[in-house]
């Protein structure tokens, strides 16, 4: 699996260190740019289809299935907060669950540019959070679909707010018998 999210050429990732230890054990190490996710949000900074872009990884969840503390959801957002002015475009990447990357895009409007969550509830293809200062897409569950988001525009001035068709849309794939397998993935199965 390790080889084949390699190939498909990602840019960023996370994984839970229970998902971590799961490859080392398998002998397969994780894709360069994966990160782990830690008790404390780190960042980075990359270039992407030509542009300077800021990834938070969002800390683990401290105990699985209760309320992300205020504190460590402010750290995150001071941890974000050191990449505006810096890059383009300030991307989270959570695994907090629904519930919890709302009450984070409610109570740090703006913190990210993009948040793209996983966990607990349910897949979104895209929409506006954080007072239209962030667009949220999360990942649907068991595998099956792609979630994709074209950028027409970049967040740039304090004002700015997310609007459907003038600066993103949002597409959620189902990979099905239509899309077209990789010759290069297909050979590792």
């Known amino acids: 699996m390790a080889k084949a999210y390699d190939l498909l050429g990602y840019d960023a990732g ?6 971590a230890e799961a490859l080392k054990k398998a002998g397969t190490a994780l894709p360069p740019v994966f990160g782990v996710s830690a008790a404390a949000p780190s960042v980075t900074t990359i270039r992407a289809g030509g542009h300077s872009i800021g990834i938070v990884r969002f800390p683990i969840e401290p105990k699985a299935g209760e309320a992300i503390p205020e504190a460590l959801a402010k750290a995150t957002a001071q941890a974000a907060e050191t990449l505006h002015g810096r890059v383009e475009l300030v991307v989270g990447l ?7 990357e709302e009450a984070f895009l409610g109570a740090h409007p703006g913190a990210v540019d993009v948040l793209l969550g996983s966990g607990p509830g349910a897949g979104l293809a895209g929409i506006t959070a954080g007072a239209g200062k962030t667009l949220w897409a999360r990942s649907y569950t068991k ?10 525009t970049l967040p740039g001035a304090p004002d700015f707010v997310w609007k459907p068709k003038t600066d993103y849309k949002p597409d959620v794939v189902l990979l099905d018998d239509r899309i077209p397998s990789d010759p290069q993935v297909q050979q590792l199965f």
């Open 14 to 19: 996370l994984v839970t260190p229970t998902e």
């Open 143 to 152: 595998g099956k679909t792609l979630n994709r988001l074209d950028l027409f």
């Open 94 to 100: 959570s695994g907090w669950g629904m519930a919890d």
